[in-house]
Every structure is written in structure tokens, then in C-alpha cells.
């Protein structure tokens, strides 16, 4: 870059660098604004969660959003449990939930997810 830098600097004067990075972006101030950028988000993550007040009606929704996957999760083992325990009871209750409309199922995979 040397070489290129004193011939244009020859022609150009002192925008060699200017009209060089119409080109090719300067690499160094494009790491500063990444640097810059993630250190904002990162600031703006810590001032989210340094609120030191907590109210209990804010633990209890926080509690409520954590249960879905759980509840989800042991339902599901659930289902292989009563499969293997009484297939039959099992075989009616997922015949009953093959009659279900596809845009309801839909549906729910929206709300659940």
C-alpha cells in the first residue's frame, strides 16, 4: 500500500487517502464503529436489567412466562406414559385430536410460540 499511497499522493495531494476510501472501505474505522456499536447494545442490555426495584407483580409474570416449556415438556412425557399404560384410552384421545382443523393447530403453534 505504500507504493500506491506515494503515487497517488502525486497526483492527488493529500486526498490520496479520501479517494482511496471511495473504493475500498478504510478497515480500521469500520472496526471502531463495530466497536462502538456492540459497546451500545451491550449498554443498553445492562440498564435494562440493573433496575433494583422488583415488584412481586413482576416476579409473579416473570414466574407465569417460564412454565409454558416446562408444561410442555412433562405433557409431552406425559403422553408416552399414558401410551404405554393404556393404549386404547390412548388411541381414542388421539383420534379425537386428528379431527382438529389444521388452521387451529396453527393457531395454537402461533400463541405457543
Given at each position: 500500500m505504500g507504493l500506491i499511497q506515494s503515487v497517488l499522493s502525486l497526483f492527488l495531494g493529500g486526498a490520496a487517502q479520501s479517494t482511496a476510501e471511495i473504493f475500498v472501505e478504510n478497515k480500521e474505522q469500520a472496526a471502531q464503529r463495530e466497536a462502538m456499536s456492540r459497546a451500545a447494545a451491550l449498554a443498553q442490555l445492562?440498564?435494562?436489567?440493573?433496575?433494583?426495584?422488583?415488584?412481586?407483580?413482576?416476579?409473579?409474570?416473570?414466574?407465569?412466562?417460564?412454565?409454558?416449556?416446562?408444561?410442555?415438556?412433562?405433557?409431552?412425557?406425559?403422553?408416552?406414559?399414558?401410551?404405554?399404560?393404556?393404549?386404547?384410552?390412548?388411541?381414542?384421545?388421539?383420534?379425537?385430536?386428528?379431527?382438529?382443523?389444521?388452521?387451529?393447530?396453527?393457531?395454537?403453534?402461533?400463541?405457543v410460540s
Open positions: 445492562a440498564q435494562e436489567f440493573q433496575t433494583s426495584k422488583v415488584s412481586l407483580f413482576d416476579r409473579m409474570i416473570d414466574g407465569l412466562n417460564r412454565l409454558p416449556r416446562p408444561f410442555m415438556a412433562l405433557g409431552v412425557l406425559g403422553l408416552f406414559v399414558s401410551a404405554m399404560a393404556d393404549p386404547i384410552w390412548f388411541a381414542e384421545r388421539m383420534r379425537g385430536m386428528a379431527v382438529i382443523p389444521d388452521p387451529m393447530w396453527w393457531l395454537l403453534g402461533a400463541v
